[in-house]
Nanobody, 115 residues
Framework: QVQLVESGGGLVQAGGSLRLSCTASGDVFSINAMGWYRQAPGKQRELVAAITSAGSTKYADSVKGRFTISRDNAKNTVYLQMNSLKPDDTAVYYC?????????WGQGTQVTVSS
């Protein structure tokens, strides 16, 4: 089992920045990759960014150049630095950790970007 605890959401004006954190505990050695997803009202959950245990990253086209995902393996923590935020980035952001068997999810943190 893996437990994920997120922090860092909030309200910010357009053009501002936020940093999300997600700390994993439990069977962390089974984790292959971690990432961030988001879900806006009335929309499907979508991948924002992901990072493998080897450090390879991928991003949604909509956030490339604005968001950066990173991880601190010593702290079992993954970060999402979000710059130049837009109102369209408003959503609940969920941390995800995957191994070869199952996906684990955090409880979600609200990010609201005002225009």
């Amino acid at each position: 089992q893996v437990q994920l605890v997120e922090s860092g959401g909030g309200l910010v004006q357009a053009g501002g920045s936020l940093r999300l954190s997600c700390t994993a505990s439990g069977d962390v050695f089974s984790i292959n990759a971690m990432g961030w997803y988001r879900q806006a009202p009335g929309k499907q959950r979508e991948l924002v960014a992901a990072i493998t245990s080897a450090g390879s990253t991928k991003y949604a086209d909509s956030v490339k150049g604005r968001f950066t995902i990173s991880r601190d393996n010593a702290k079992n923590t993954v970060y999402l630095q979000m710059n130049s935020l837009k109102p369209d980035d408003t959503a609940v952001y969920y941390c995800n950790a995957e191994n070869i068997v199952i996906d684990y999810w955090g409880q979600g943190t609200q990010v609201t970007v005002s225009s």
